[in-house]
């Protein structure tokens, strides 16, 4: 199980910030060339990040590079050195269609791009959420590599003039429709960033309720966001324990054909079988990974 509890944004101009995210405990880190960088830094973030990535100097985190979109001056020469330096996926900005997916496949088949590399595309546009069920449906084209959708709020909101406010009312609509487009296909999807830095336990809260929507994880712009990100996306011990006493409950034979059983107080069916399952494999990844 591949976790992607915190997703850390690092720009790709920031030397100093690249060599630190090789000491942070984020699950994945995202460097950016996009919007973190300047227009005059974006040939130095180019060259810094894909030296990076590169010397492979990450350990075991997953390592994204946000590209600039083909239409800027510098998306294609990103792309290009992106796929030199083989990170583990190219993230897309303003995916707004399944043909901007088309149009990326053709260009990393003609580049000759590793079969290791994914692509992860950014929702973060109104007609990326009008389309997003077709958008999604490009996972079935394996030319496309689309494994993930990633959730850009803030661009969002500047669009659509919707307020970025404390529990995100006015944009809960266009989350979901995104979240279950994603799980209709069998995508990963990552949550938008908390913007105020200073304010940990907004973030913590934010990212509760990513988790209880559906998230896999939140997307991150400060070291400090990692720890509520890490804490929120997990397990409690006390559904890892009812996770196993679900499991050990429809193991026994009495129970092998029996599509509802009563486990404590309360009736399970077969499919929270899955559910206890997926709980119990997820508690053990983040053992395994943060070596408890």
């Known amino acids: ?6 997703v850390l944004y690092m720009p790709g101009s920031n030397q100093r910030a690249l060599d630190k995210a090789r000491t942070l405990p984020a699950d994945t880190l995202i460097l950016d060339l996009e919007d973190a960088v ?7 973030a180019r060259a810094q990040v894909c030296r990076a990535v590169a010397g492979r100097g990450y350990g075991d985190r997953e390592v994204v590079i946000r590209v600039n979109a083909p239409q800027t ?6 792309l290009r050195a992106a796929i030199a330096a083989r990170p583990d996926a190219i993230l897309m900005p303003k995916v707004f269609s399944p043909a901007v997916l088309e149009s990326i496949a053709d260009h990393l088949e003609a580049l000759e791009a590793p079969d ?34 990633v959730l850009g709020t803030n661009d969002l909101a500047k669009d659509t003039w919707a307020q970025i406010v404390p ?49 896999d994880g939140k997307t991150l712009i400060h070291p400090s966001q990692i720890e509520p990100a890490n804490s929120s996306f997990a397990p409690t011990a006390e ?5 196993r006493l679900v499991i050990a409950a429809f193991a026994r034979p009495e129970n092998a ?9 309360r ?5 929270h079988l899955g559910m206890a399952t997926r709980a119990v494999l997820w508690s053990e990844a983040i053992a395994s990974r943060d070596g408890l």
């Open 1 to 6: 199980m591949r976790l992607r509890r915190s």
């Open 38 to 44: 300047a227009a005059e830094e974006k040939e130095l």
């Open 73 to 78: 001056p510098w998306g294609d020469a990103d």
């Open 116 to 149: 290791g590399i994914d692509v992860w595309a950014m929702i973060e546009t109104p007609a990326a959420i009008l389309n997003i069920a077709a958008i999604a449906r490009a996972r079935r084209d394996r030319r496309t590599r689309l494994s993930c959708f």
């Open 167 to 215: 529990g995100r009312a006015p944009m809960l609509p266009w989350i979901m429709m995104v979240l279950a487009a994603a799980r209709a296909e069998g995508l990963t999807i990552l949550d938008g960033v908390w913007n105020d830095i200073a304010d940990v336990e907004g973030c913590r809260a934010e990212c509760r309720q990513a988790r209880d929507l559906g998230f």
């Open 239 to 243: 559904e890892v324990r009812r996770a």
């Open 257 to 265: 054909r029996r599509a509802a059983i009563r486990v404590e107080d």
């Open 267 to 271: 009736m399970v069916e077969r499919q």
